[in-house]
């Protein structure tokens, strides 16, 4: 079983930085890729940035420019370096990783995980 624990979100003023992490643990797993999703009130949840293993990523268009994905494979962590942010980018943040789990010798199975969420408030 692996988890996704993530920190970082909290209130910014319009233009400011915020810094979102999230961290997998677990044992006997791989990390395929990562990414951001956002959900804001009444809207769907959307994808934000996603990277590979091998550090492919990809942007939502509205945040090209603005925010950056990282992953450091050694701590099986992802970031999300947010600037220039504004108030529609207001919405619960959710970490997700596409991760290969190892029983014994057979096959690896291929699971998707969630982070609790974390809340970013940009204001006016």
């Known amino acids: 079983q692996v988890q996704l624990v993530e920190s970082g979100g909290g209130l910014v003023q319009f233009g400011g930085s915020l810094r979102l992490s999230c961290a997998a643990s677990?044992?006997?797993?791989?990390?395929?890729?990562m990414g951001w999703y956002r959900q804001a009130p009444g809207k769907q949840r959307e994808l934000v940035a996603g990277?590979?293993?091998?550090?492919?990523?990809n942007y939502a268009d509205s945040v090209k420019g603005r925010f950056t994905i990282s992953m450091d494979n050694a701590k099986s962590a992802v970031y999300l370096q947010m600037s220039s942010l504004k108030p529609e980018d207001t919405a619960v943040y959710y970490c997700?990783?596409?991760?290969?789990?190892?029983?014994?010798?057979?096959?690896?199975?291929?699971?998707?995980?969630w982070g609790q969420g974390t809340q970013v408030t940009v204001s006016s």
């Open positions: 997700n990783a596409d991760i290969s789990l190892y029983y014994g010798l057979g096959n690896p199975v291929v699971e998707d995980y």
């Open positions: 677990g044992s006997n797993f791989r990390i395929n890729a």
């Open positions: 990277i590979t293993s091998s550090g492919s990523t």
